[in-house]
């Protein structure tokens, strides 16, 4: 079955320290794979997303995240979070789209970031 | 501003009342769709549309109509609201040449009494 786990309902990391965000997947075929932040109250925002090429891809708000293959794992990251990270992050994964007219997301259940001052 | 506009942003209903839930876009994207979000479950998909006049259901559709009669417009309807249809309710839009490059608007909170 498709899935995507992300094992951590809530985190919770101090100002300035770095964060990983986990998430796994279970998916048959080459995966699409993206991580969203959405604030309180707000819709979702494309944080990153990996297609092919280089396994760490860069993001908006200096979220970094790296694609194994061998572990079904897209780890989301950062070295250094801010108090205005805390939202929740979810990561989703999907087929080709130009292989799969009928693409869809796979949505994970979402990461509660908290800031701790 | 361009984006993904959805009305109204909180709604209380009774059991077996209907309404719609409107979303609009103005970024001539062709595709649209409407996920709900429950706690612990992400985001489900409900209903999408790649173009005007084109629908088609997703993972939960059951108990919701959608149509798309013009490329801007893409209306939720709940037929006889339930308590299990309580929810937030998003709305997204992308170019059909750029799958996945979705943008959300901000949600309908939906509270079904």
């Known amino acids: 079955a498709q899935s995507v786990t992300q094992p951590d309902i809530h985190i919770t990391v101090s100002e300035g320290a770095s964060l990983e965000l986990r998430c796994n997947y279970s998916?048959?075929?080459?995966?699409?794979l993206f991580w969203y932040v959405q604030s309180p109250g707000q819709g979702l925002q494309l944080l990153l997303k990996?297609?092919?090429?280089d396994t760490l891809v860069q993001g908006i708000k200096g979220f970094e995240a790296e694609f194994k293959r061998s572990q079904s794992s897209f780890n989301l990251r950062k070295p250094s979070v801010h108090w205005s990270d805390a939202a929740e992050y979810f990561c989703?994964?999907?087929?080709?789209?130009?292989?799969?007219?009928?693409?869809?997301?796979?949505w994970g259940a979402g990461t509660k970031l908290i800031i701790k001052p | 501003n361009a984006g993904v506009t959805q009305t109204p942003k909180f709604q209380v209903l009774k059991t077996g009342q209907s309404m719609t839930l409107q979303c609009a876009q103005d970024?001539?994207?062709?595709?649209m769709s409407w996920y709900r979000q429950d706690p612990g479950m992400g985001l489900r998909l409900i209903h999408y549309?790649?173009?005007?006049?084109?629908?088609d259901q997703g993972e939960v559709p059951n108990g919701y109509n959608v149509s798309r009669s013009t490329t801007e417009d893409f209306p939720l309807r709940l037929l006889s609201a339930a308590p299990s249809q309580t929810s937030v309710y998003f709305c997204?839009?992308?170019?059909?040449?750029?799958?996945?490059?979705?943008?959300f608007g901000s949600g309908t909170r939906l509270t079904v009494v």
């Open positions: 998916y048959g075929a080459t995966p699409y």
């Open positions: 989703a994964v999907g087929p080709d789209p130009y292989m799969d007219s009928n693409y869809q997301l796979i």
């Open positions: 549309s790649v173009g005007a006049g084109i629908t």
């Open positions: 997204a839009s992308s170019y059909a040449s750029s799958p996945y490059g979705y943008t």
């Open positions: 990996y297609f092919s090429g």
């Open positions: 970024m001539n994207h062709e595709y």
